[in-house]
């Protein structure tokens, strides 16, 4: 990576389409936001002015994706994009097999049906929202392992996203090997706020899960991300391309969940990648069941060209280093300003810390889902709340999961955002900080069976 040439984190491309932007007035933002049951996920994308609600299939493309595009071959069976797919995946990524799926959710539903039977544990780093609901629906429990140091947001750890080995032994013991079809790992973590997992800590897990014969699934997500960060921050890896460091991570796995709409820079697509043959024959089974034929399970050939150059594009050196500049300068801003924030800065947002941010309001009152309310009220940003909300229900005792961390996510799709959009969205976070002792929670007044975080309804408390 030479920096030298370039100032900062500066993007290597130029902007050659745009999509116009418009903000509403006050009045306007405060009845959109009532008609969205105060929920950022129900406001119309017309009514938001800078939208960091994602990072997930909001991505620009590039001119080689698009141009990608116009190959597609929209063949019913056996399109030339699905090979280009399956050899990317192969060259990049190290997995023999390859079945692709709409999205990621979409490989975490076959995964979680073909492996996991009812009664079984499913230890991971963190849970994540459709990953632990697919392994609940399909009968298994998530177990967290993750280190301790994720659950605390002004925790400096580099590598927050490691899994504690003490806490998978514990659970190994106490419900035995054959009870845990595999172990979830996930790099970069989402929940915890983005934290990476370092290689020495994939390659101990590893050799652990060898020794008792458990498999590990990596949700490769946001992998390059992680990469990017094993590269900066773990010693030995300084001189190695992202390339050759997330072949390395995927070598200590069996098997990859994949969403595209994150690290792949498209707007969908997903995939499942194996080395297990048994595995893999299920899963082609499934998905012409649950997705599309086993060429091109739920997606346009043009997709899955634009998903395969996209991957080509994401290990890019100079691409991934301003990605993670620009969300690092946000950070680094409101840290200057004392907001709270979850640190280290994450990889693909800055997480707010509600808890901190809005000390007098209880977790029942929704702090991070008010909080990310407030934001689009002040000047049209949106967020997501990621918190309370997220964690959703304890199936057993029906009450609220309490996690630890109560956060909002403003989440910065690849490509997108100028500097100067940054400046607009650490200046509307400062001015709701500035009012922050005012503010007042929310109660939920309608609450879906699943996911709830998407389409739950609030009204403001008295
Ligand atoms: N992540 C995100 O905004 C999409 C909406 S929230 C459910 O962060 C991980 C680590 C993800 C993820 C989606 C999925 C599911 C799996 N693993 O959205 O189905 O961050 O493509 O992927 C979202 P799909």
Request: hydrophobic share 40%.
């Amino acid at each position: 990576m030479d920096q030298s040439p370039r100032r900062s984190w500066a993007e290597p491309f130029k902007i050659k389409m745009v999509e116009p932007l418009k903000m509403l007035t006050q009045e306007e933002r405060k009845r959109a936001l009532t008609g969205a049951g105060y929920n950022t996920f129900l406001l119309r994308s017309e009514d938001v002015y800078i939208d960091l609600l994602t990072d997930s299939g909001t991505n620009a493309m590039s001119d080689w994706q698009w141009a990608g595009m116009m190959l597609g071959d929209e063949a019913y069976a056996g399109s030339r994009n699905y090979y280009n797919l399956e050899e990317a995946v192969a060259r990049y990524y190290g997995y023999k097999y390859l079945v692709p799926t709409h999205q990621g959710r979409g490989a975490e539903h076959l995964l979680s049906r073909i492996l996991i039977k009812p009664g079984t544990y499913v230890p991971g780093n963190m849970y994540f929202t459709t990953t632990r609901l697919h392994q609940e629906l399909a009968g298994g429990t998530f177990v967290d392992v993750i280190v301790d140091e994720a659950h605390d947001p002004a925790n400096l750890n580099p590598f927050k996203g490691n899994v504690d080995l003490n806490k998978l032994e514990t659970l190994v013991k106490k419900v035995g090997a054959d009870k845990i079809p595999y172990l979830s790992v996930a790099a970069t973590v989402n929940m915890a706020g983005g934290q990476p997992i370092s290689m020495a800590n994939l390659k101990e897990v590893r050799k652990y899960c060898r020794s008792k014969g458990i498999r590990m699934v990596l949700d490769a997500t946001r992998a390059v991300e992680n990469a990017y960060f094993i590269k900066v921050r773990e010693k030995g890896y300084a001189n190695v391309s992202l390339a050759k460091i997330l072949r390395e991570m995927c070598s200590y796995t069996d098997a990859a969940t994949m969403s595209g709409k994150k690290d792949l820079l498209v707007n969908i697509g997903g995939f499942l990648a194996l080395n297990e043959k048994d595995v893999f024959e299920e899963a082609r089974n499934m998905v012409v069941v649950y997705e599309g034929l086993h060429t091109y399970g739920g997606l346009a050939g043009r997709d899955m060209e634009a998903m395969a150059r996209g991957i080509v594009e994401a290990v890019s050196e100079d691409h991934m280093r301003a990605r993670i500049g620009q969300v690092e300068y946000v950070g680094e801003k409101l840290i200057k300003a004392g907001i709270p924030i979850v640190r280290p800065i994450g990889g693909h947002a800055v997480f707010l810390d509600a808890k901190v941010f809005l000390p007098h309001l209880k977790q029942v009152s929704f702090p991070a889902q008010t909080l990310a309310a407030e934001l689009y009220l002040e000047s049209g940003l949106r967020s997501m709340e990621r918190g309370i909300v997220s964690a959703g229900r304890n199936k057993e005792t029906g009450d609220h999961y309490y996690p630890k961390l109560e956060l909002v996510r403003l989440t910065f799709p690849r490509r997108v955002y100028t500097q100067a959009h940054c400046d607009v969205s650490v200046e509307t976070v400062e001015a709701v900080y500035q009012r922050r002792s005012k503010i007042k929670g929310l109660k939920m007044v309608y609450e879906p069976k699943y996911l709830r975080f998407f389409q739950a309804r609030f009204e403001p408390t008295r």
